[in-house]
């Protein structure tokens, strides 16, 4: 009897809002989205829907809701025609999320083939991940945001889109 008044204290004590928003995000089966036109693949848990109306005529990118369309996964290729570096690409990232942006980067980590910044805009939550695709000619990013309150319902998500966030052939 004493575990079960715990239990319903403990489920009294969660924000109404928590249980709906996380529903299809832990343990979700995990779907594929794959551009070979732009040349990055990224898997994703079957809480994020693709909004078709989204991807423009060129498919340089697509956008995935969930949560109610309150958390947004956005994946992009940009042609890289100024030739820039990867630390080029950072730099400018850097600079329009804390000038532009008036957002913090509170995780910040760089290999030789991608970047991932993290922090927040405003009350929500971002994290981006870029790297140089296509021998450079691409720059692809994920940029995944949602409000804060969210971050225990999306942890897994964002690190399962993030890890998988590959370069892929035509």
């Given at each position: 009897?004493?575990?079960?008044?715990?239990?319903?204290?403990?489920?009294?004590?969660?924000?109404?809002?928590?249980?709906?928003?996380?529903?299809?995000?832990?343990?979700?089966?995990?779907?594929?989205?794959?551009?070979?036109?732009?040349?990055?693949?990224?898997?994703?848990?079957?809480?994020?829907?693709?909004?078709?109306?989204?991807?423009?005529?060129?498919g340089?990118?697509?956008?995935?809701?969930?949560a109610?369309?309150?958390?947004t996964?956005?994946?992009?290729?940009?042609?890289?025609?100024?030739?820039?570096?990867?630390?080029?690409?950072?730099?400018?990232?850097?600079?329009?999320?804390?000038?532009?942006?008036?957002?913090?980067?509170?995780?910040?980590?760089?290999?030789?083939?991608?970047?991932?910044?993290?922090?927040?805009?405003?009350?929500?939550?971002?994290?981006?991940?870029?790297?140089?695709g296509?021998?450079?000619?691409?720059?692809?990013?994920?940029?995944?945001?949602?409000?804060?309150?969210?971050?225990?319902?999306?942890?897994?998500?964002?690190?399962?889109?993030?890890?998988?966030?590959?370069?892929?052939?035509?």
């Amino acid at each position: 009897m004493l575990r079960l008044a715990a239990g319903l204290l403990f489920l009294l004590a969660q924000p109404a809002a928590a249980q709906p928003a996380c529903e299809g995000l832990r343990g979700a089966r995990l779907l594929s989205y794959r551009n070979p036109a732009w040349g990055f693949a990224m898997d994703y848990p079957a809480g994020f829907v693709l909004d078709p109306g989204s991807v423009p005529e060129n498919g340089d990118s697509a956008r995935f809701w969930a949560a109610g369309g309150r958390a947004t996964a956005v994946v992009t290729g940009l042609r890289n025609r100024d030739g820039q570096s990867l630390a080029a690409v950072l730099a400018e990232a850097e600079r329009d999320i804390g000038e532009n942006g008036r957002g913090s980067i509170t995780y910040r980590r760089v290999t030789p083939d991608w970047f991932v910044l993290s922090g927040y805009l405003a009350d929500r939550i971002y994290y981006r991940r870029s790297f140089l695709g296509r021998g450079g000619a691409v720059i692809a990013t994920l940029w995944i945001e949602f409000p804060r309150e969210l971050k225990p319902c999306l942890e897994a998500a964002v690190a399962t889109m993030s890890l998988s966030f590959r370069p892929v052939g035509p």
